[in-house]
T-cell receptor, first 111, second 113 residues
Framework: DQQVKQNSPSLSVQEGRISILNCDYT??????FLWYKKYPAEGPTFLIS?????DKNEDGRFTVFLNKSAKHLSLHIVPSQPGDSAVYFC??????????FGTGTRLQVFP | DGGITQSPKYLFRKEGQNVTLSCEQN?????MYWYRQDPGQGLRLIYY???????QKGDIAEGYSVSREKKESFPLTVTSAQKNPTAFYLC????????????FGSGTQLSVL
């Protein structure tokens, strides 16, 4: 039972363009969402988060959008840079319960 | 520099052997976690600990054991009962249990000989 789904295993984007990574969830009780970025053979690093009381959170080139009615979360990266090439995981939690991670989307940014 | 240190980076296990993965943090975090990553799958929680001398099973605890004798250390033992141990193992910590953002170590790749 995959409560957090990232249906696109990979995404390829040209440098300078927008990257949009998507995440769907099934548990309407989730109230906190995070995105992590992971390079090969390294641990994930926190990127950005959003609480369910908001529908948008922005941090530099990264913006997360939350659509609660659709149970959908997206991460926008603009402009995309080659250094953004990595695997991106979304994660969700209910209150102080443990995080549930998606399966990840591999982003490749090409020149 | 504060952070989480995992060792070794690569580890090989023979059939029937127990192996222990080390995880040390100097962030003064109360909570520590072990995750497993397999290709095409998300991070799955093995065990977590909210406080010294206490730990709870995660979603895939079978074949694994942990201890939390010190706040800064949370070693994971992969026992011979774990039939499919080949994976990338990640240790993480957070100031307290909950939906705090996690700080991850750089991982240990375990392979079976």
């Amino acid at each position: 039972d995959q409560q957090v789904k990232q249906n696109s295993p990979s995404l390829s984007v040209q440098e300078g363009r927008i990257s949009i990574l998507n995440c769907d969830y099934t548990n309407s009780m989730f109230d906190y969402f995070l995105w992590y970025k992971k390079y090969p053979a390294e641990g994930p690093t926190f990127l950005i988060s959003i609480s369910s009381i908001k529908d948008k959170n922005e941090d530099g080139r990264f913006t997360v959008f939350l659509n609660k009615s659709a149970k959908h979360l997206s991460l926008h990266i603009v402009p995309s840079q080659p250094g953004d090439s990595a695997v991106y995981f979304c994660a969700a939690a209910v209150g102080t319960d443990k995080l549930i991670f998606g399966t990840g989307t591999r982003l490749q940014v090409f020149p | 520099d504060g952070g989480i240190t995992q060792s070794p980076k690569y580890l090989f296990r023979k059939e029937g052997q127990n192996v222990t993965l080390s995880c040390e943090q100097n962030l003064n975090h109360d909570a520590m976690y072990w995750y497993r990553q397999d290709p095409g799958q998300g991070l799955r929680l093995i065990y977590y600990s909210q406080i010294v001398n206490d730990f709870q099973k995660g979603d895939i605890a079978e074949g694994y054991s942990v201890s939390r004798e010190k706040k800064e250390s949370f070693p994971l033992t992969v026992t011979s009962a774990q039939k499919n141990p080949t994976a990338f193992y990640l240790c993480a910590s957070s100031p307290r249990t909950g939906n705090e953002k996690l700080f991850f170590g750089s991982g240990t790749q375990l392979s079976v000989l």
